[in-house]
């Protein structure tokens, strides 16, 4: 098969192999590293039988890629399980049940992706808007006192945590100018006005800090189009600046922006911790840095299995994306 659906189909044919392969690195990490994870699952207050069934119940006692394979059914079909006192089916996608609360992980996730969804995508729109901006401006500028001066900006932002800019933020925008409540999570369900006003300074603390890296790399590829002798050939035949900038030397740049922001997006589903802990918002980072904390088995594994899954996704999306912008790279 060749073009646009051969390509498309063997990104898609790769991210389900990189799929796999992360979920067994996942597996032998979480499950085969040692520890009585039986007597972690069943509990402090278990007895021996009730930890032995536990055991059988996880086939703990069977070959690695038994318990592996039970693994995948889990996921995909899904599983009965015992806590040491009952039997309680798991529908799929079944990624176990928490140690803490006895909650299923799938019922976690469900509730805490909205949030982290909610944060991400509002700081993405926002880190793109100003990196790309500041980025073609600083080309466009090169070597004025407002290059430098975006330059220096862009600089102090990558620099700067996440944690200083939402301090700041907080302390000037909520609690000297009293423009803005403290952030306190609303479900964009129940008021939409609310959850964006609450939402708007958790925006700007991510997406500041991203947008540092987006100017840089547009910046960068912006220059190094800028210098490619189809550039000057256009320039010769008298195309105005602003069409050379916005044409074509921008266009070259898409590429790596689009990259970076698939990479940028599936990361910062789950690890935007620093965010979600300094506004208090319920996601993904938050229960995670929580799980690892109590030793919470299932809920960790969920979580960087949903964190890796949205990588993977983003990725294979931005290279159908990279291809649809620029077509030789069906043909590489």
């Not at 990104?11 to 085969?32: D, E, H, K």
């Not at 039986?38 to 536990?54: D, F, K, L």
């Not at 069977?62 to 394979?69: A, G």
Request: with cysteine; net charge neutral; glycine share 10%.
């Amino acid at each position: 098969m060749s073009g646009f659906t051969g390509f498309a189909l063997r990104r898609v044919i790769g991210a389900v192999i990189t799929l796999f392969v992360l979920s067994v690195i996942i597996y032998v990490v979480f499950y085969v590293t040692p520890g009585d994870v039986a007597q972690i699952t069943c509990g402090p207050r278990c007895s021996p039988a009730q930890v032995h069934q536990v055991a059988e119940q996880l086939h703990l006692d069977d070959p690695l890629y038994v318990r592996y394979w039970h693994f995948l059914q889990g996921i995909f079909v899904g599983q009965d399980f015992s806590t040491g006192t009952s039997v309680e089916h798991c529908a799929a996608p079944c990624l176990g049940q928490s140690y803490q609360t006895g909650r299923q992980v799938t019922d976690i996730l469900l509730t805490k992706l909205p949030v982290s969804f909610s944060l991400v995508l509002g700081a993405m729109v926002i880190w793109l808007v100003l990196g790309i901006g500041t980025g073609v401006l600083s080309a466009w500028r090169r070597g004025r006192l407002s290059e430098r001066l975006l330059t220096a900006l862009t600089l102090g932002g990558v620099a700067t945590p996440v944690f200083v800019i939402g301090l700041v933020l907080m302390i000037v925008v909520c609690g000297e100018l009293r423009l803005l409540p403290f952030p306190q999570y609303v479900n964009f369900g129940d008021d939409p006005e609310q959850w964006a006003w609450n939402l708007l300074l958790p925006w700007l603390s991510l997406a500041l800090i991203e947008a540092a890296n987006f100017a840089r790399l547009t910046r960068a590829s912006m220059l190094e189009t800028l210098a490619e002798d189809h550039i000057r050939t256009f320039r010769a035949y008298g195309v105005s600046e602003r069409a050379v900038i916005a044409r074509h030397a921008l266009r070259g740049a898409t590429a790596s922006v689009i990259a970076l922001n698939a990479v940028t997006f599936g990361s910062a589903i789950g690890g935007a911790v620093l965010t979600e802990t300094l506004f208090g918002l319920p996601g993904i980072g938050q229960e995670l840095v929580h799980a690892v904390k109590v030793v919470d088995l299932p809920v960790v594994v969920g979580m960087v299995l949903v964190t890796g899954f949205f990588v993977v996704l983003a990725n294979a999306v931005a290279d159908v994306l990279y291809a649809v912008a620029d077509r030789r790279v069906v043909l590489a």
